[in-house]
């Protein structure tokens, strides 16, 4: 079972991201921590139904690691984006023997947060990215739970790439009726309801 857990930005500074997305949905983000595993650090946006937006960017202050980062971030650049779905299982590592291109689990952690994550070796997702990061969390409790609440609601997530039938195939432990796979070149577009109107992030 894959239930949605978060989104991602990306951005190659934290300040860029944070500019982005508050630009884009109106109300301010907070300070997250480091991942000192994959050096890099965040920013967190709180939303309804137990979801959270996070800003992810490598950390200036941290060393590099000998091994490609998540999220693709070693090649990432240009502006801050939408580029990871995240979405948890209750059976990590059955996932990664069925799907063996989410990637092999790594244990992480950020203060009292523990879990795993599916990473590929080169730190690309599959499907160009389409495919969601696949994670279990191994701590009680969730960072929606610890962030304000900012008014801001997922209507939809959009997830487009050329195979979207593969894509579908490969991710039918997923049930989401926010969740939409649609065909076209590799993107995620997320529409949300805020406190003042729908607004997208892309």
Not at 99 to 113: F, N
Not at 132 to 142: C, F, K, L, N, R
Not at 161 to 178: F, K
Request: hydrophobic share 45%.
């Amino acid at each position: 079972m894959l239930e949605l857990d978060h989104l991602a930005v990306a951005a190659e500074t934290l300040e860029d991201g944070r500019e982005a997305v508050e630009a884009a949905l109106g109300v301010p983000l907070q300070l997250g921590g480091q991942h000192r595993h994959f050096g890099t650090h965040n920013m967190l946006l709180g939303l309804e139904d137990g979801l959270y937006l996070e800003v992810i960017a490598v950390d200036p202050s941290a060393p590099k690691p000998a091994y490609a980062r998540w999220f693709d971030l070693d090649r990432f650049a240009g502006f801050a984006r939408l580029t990871t779905w995240i979405c948890r299982s209750n059976d990590l590592t059955a996932h990664t023997k069925a799907q063996p291109q989410a990637g092999v689990p790594v244990a992480l952690a950020r203060g009292d947060l523990e879990w795993r994550m599916a990473v590929p070796e080169n730190g690309q997702l599959p499907y160009d990215h389409a495919y969601p990061a696949v994670m279990q969390w191994d701590s009680a409790g969730h960072p929606a739970a610890r962030l304000a609440p900012s008014g801001c609601r997922l209507k939809r997530l959009v997830v487009c790439h050329p195979d979207v039938d593969g894509l579908r195939r490969d991710l039918h432990e997923m049930d989401d009726a926010r969740v939409v796979f649609e065909a076209g070149d590799a993107a995620l577009r997320a529409e949300f309801d805020t406190p003042f109107g729908p607004r997208v992030l892309a």
